[in-house]
């Protein structure tokens, strides 16, 4: 079997199963991030490269990735490694105004800066045209043009790959789960490294149900709300389930079945609902405006949320044990939603090997 281009191609991209994270991009000239899709430009001769090796839709066994990444595998099977879970907002209401809930990233990131915890961090901006982007950044100002959320996946690794980064600089990465799993899989893969993944000291991974792709979305949305600049989304917490868009012309509401044909097919396969590759992760708490939920995983993880609770940064109170209950539920649906597509995905690929 190809471990390289070529696999990459026959199991991910021609299966429609990318979700354009951007591990792939920017480590050889055969791949180009086009309109929130990988495109292959040339064919690649080597049985093995780092493109197939970092994939996060090239099956894995995660148990043993987790225990590669977390030095032992001490999952909790419908959420990961679990140290604590519980809500949580930022303090200054600078983060909240501008974050997505409880402004908890970005106050961390911008505290794990100022704490030298990190020198550098790779966040993803959503610039007007909604098309997402890798950004790094490495102060307040640019860590508040990225905080809030979108729902449309894009390439932010490839800024990892990018850089460019000083001799002996820590990286912050956050991102979405199969984000977080990405650089699982760089830190552990035996095909050679090379870059800048043993830079990265701290992953904020995001909650993630399911994001959108780039184009057809857009196409849908000229037609819906009109070609303003969207300045924020949000997705309503059951029963409402809205799709929420804020344009200088007001708010647009959506129910969320009309954008759910413009789900990324690579994200019906995706077992990972809480970030589990990560040191911290982050969602909303549904109902409970302008808080986040949060799960501590690593002592990394740990260590920079008390620190910063412990100067006034954050705020933290036990997760409500309903909200923990369905946290558990959502988690463990997606794991079964994502079971489901593989096995129907593996008899429909059977039923066309038949003569
Ligand atoms: C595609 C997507 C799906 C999500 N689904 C759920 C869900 O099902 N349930 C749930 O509880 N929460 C979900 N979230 C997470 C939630 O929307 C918030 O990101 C989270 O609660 C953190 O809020 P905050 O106020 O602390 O973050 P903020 O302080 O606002 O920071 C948000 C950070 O998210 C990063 N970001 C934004 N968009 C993207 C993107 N497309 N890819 C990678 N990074 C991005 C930005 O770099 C920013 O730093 C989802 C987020 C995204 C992007």
Redesign the pocket.
């Known amino acids: 079997m190809n471990r390289g281009l070529k696999g990459l191609e026959e199991r991910v991209l021609s299966q429609n199963l990318c979700i354009s994270c951007g591990a792939c991009l920017s480590l050889c000239p055969y791949l180009r991030s086009w309109q929130g899709r990988v495109v292959k430009l040339h064919d690649c001769g080597l049985d093995e490269g780092r493109c197939f090796a970092y994939c996060p839709r090239i099956d894995v066994d995660q148990g043993s990735l987790q225990g590669k990444a977390h030095g032992k595998d001490d999952r909790d099977v419908v959420m990961g490694p679990v140290r604590a879970i519980l809500m949580a907002r930022a303090k200054d209401p600078i983060?909240r105004q501008?974050?997505?809930?409880?402004?908890?990233?970005?106050?961390l990131?911008d505290f794990a800066l100022r704490k030298k915890a990190i020198d550098a961090a790779i966040?993803?901006?959503?610039d007007t045209d909604l098309l997402?982007k890798g950004r790094m950044v490495r102060n307040r100002e640019d860590?508040l043009t990225?905080?809030?959320?979108?729902?449309?996946?894009?390439p932010?690794l490839e800024a990892l790959h990018k850089g460019p980064w000083q001799e002996e600089e820590k990286i912050g990465v956050?991102?979405?789960p199969c984000?977080a799993l990405a650089l699982a899989k760089m830190g552990t893969t035996p095909v050679e490294k090379k870059g800048s993944i043993d830079k990265v000291n701290l992953v904020i991974g995001?909650?993630?149900?399911?994001?959108l792709e780039y184009e057809k979305l857009m196409v849908f949305l000229k037609k819906r709300v009109g070609e303003g600049c969207i300045e924020k989304m949000d997705?309503t917490s059951p029963p409402e389930r809205l799709f929420k868009i804020k344009m200088a012309d007001g708010l647009h509401s959506l129910p969320v079945d009309e954008i759910r044909p413009f789900i990324r097919n690579g994200c019906r396969v995706c077992f990972d609902?809480t970030a589990e590759f990560s040191d911290i992760s982050?969602?909303?708490v549904?109902g409970i405006e302008g808080w986040?939920?949060v799960i501590l995983r690593s002592d990394t993880g740990e260590d920079l949320f008390k620190k910063a609770e412990g100067e006034g940064i954050i705020e933290s109170r036990p997760l409500p044990e309903d909200h923990l209950n369905h946290l558990r539920e959502a988690s463990l649906l997606k794991k079964e939603r994502a079971f489901i597509a593989i096995k129907e995905r593996k008899k429909q690929q059977i039923i066309l090997q038949k003569p």
């Not at 501008?98 to 908890?104: N, P």
């Not at 966040?123 to 959503?126: E, M, Y």
């Open positions: 983060w501008r974050a997505q809930s409880g402004g908890v990233v970005s106050a990131i966040l993803t901006l959503r997402p860590i990225c905080a809030g959320s979108s729902y449309v996946s894009g932010t956050v991102g979405l984000q995001l909650f993630c149900t399911w994001a997705i609902m982050v969602g909303t549904e986040s939920t």
